[in-house]
């Protein structure tokens, strides 16, 4: 779980991990990559949450989703979207950063507008026809405007907020 260093199991839940634990988790975030699924699990799990997110990576232009997902309490998973422009900004920015260029391999095909509004709109149709899903779109949010919006939802769920947060 994402909590804050020392205190507990530190295992983390990040990028689909141990999904059989993630009944456990007070949240469970989606999204593809780059929508600061991570940077939020750990912002909200230094705030006393059970955070566990699970990236959206088609293969073969669809969404493989663990069956765990469907088992768990519906009302605890957060959808994570972004502008796909802003997306393919992002994560050309990171391969440019990774040393990684356009050329290789297929690192274009993960930054190409193309790939970028292909993973938004499979992540779309997924929440669609999840409506208990809350969605929120996190282009140009803070991690802590993302992570208060996330809060206010769980609350208005009448889900369980932690004291350090109250």
Same mark, same amino acid.
């Given at each position: 779980?994402?909590?804050?260093?020392?205190?507990?199991?530190?295992?983390?839940? =990040?990028?689909?991990?141990?999904?059989?634990?993630?009944? +456990?988790? !007070? *949240? %469970?975030?989606?999204?593809? /990559?780059?929508?600061?699924?991570?940077?939020?699990?750990?912002?909200?799990?230094?705030?006393?949450?059970?955070?566990?997110?699970?990236?959206?990576?088609?293969i073969?232009?669809?969404?493989?989703?663990?069956?765990?997902?469907?088992?768990? =309490?519906?009302?605890?998973?957060?959808?994570?979207?972004i +502008?796909? !422009? *802003? %997306?393919?900004?992002?994560? /050309?920015?990171?391969?440019?950063?990774?040393?990684?260029?356009?050329?290789?391999?297929?690192?274009?095909?993960?930054?190409?507008?193309?790939q970028?509004?292909?993973?938004?709109?499979?992540?779309?149709?997924?929440?669609?026809?999840?409506?208990?899903?809350?969605?929120?779109?996190?282009?140009?949010?803070?991690?802590?405007?993302?992570a208060?919006?996330?809060?206010?939802?769980?609350?208005?769920?009448?889900?369980?907020?932690?004291?350090?947060m109250?």
């Amino acid at each position: 779980w994402w909590k804050v260093m020392g205190e507990g199991d530190d295992t983390g839940q =990040d990028d689909g991990a141990m999904p059989q634990h993630w009944g +456990d988790a !007070d *949240i %469970l975030l989606l999204g593809v /990559s780059r929508t600061g699924k991570t940077p939020l699990s750990i912002y909200l799990g230094q705030r006393g949450f059970k955070v566990a997110n699970l990236p959206l990576v088609p293969i073969n232009d669809k969404l493989h989703i663990p069956k765990q997902l469907y088992e768990i =309490d519906q009302m605890r998973i957060v959808g994570l979207l972004i +502008d796909p !422009d *802003i %997306l393919r900004a992002m994560r /050309s920015t990171r391969m440019e950063a990774m040393g990684v260029g356009a050329e290789r391999s297929n690192t274009g095909a993960y930054s190409s507008r193309l790939q970028c509004r292909r993973e938004v709109q499979l992540a779309k149709d997924l929440y669609q026809t999840n409506a208990t899903w809350p969605v929120l779109d996190v282009t140009h949010r803070a991690v802590e405007e993302s992570a208060a919006r996330i809060l206010q939802i769980m609350a208005e769920r009448g889900r369980y907020i932690p004291t350090s947060m109250e």
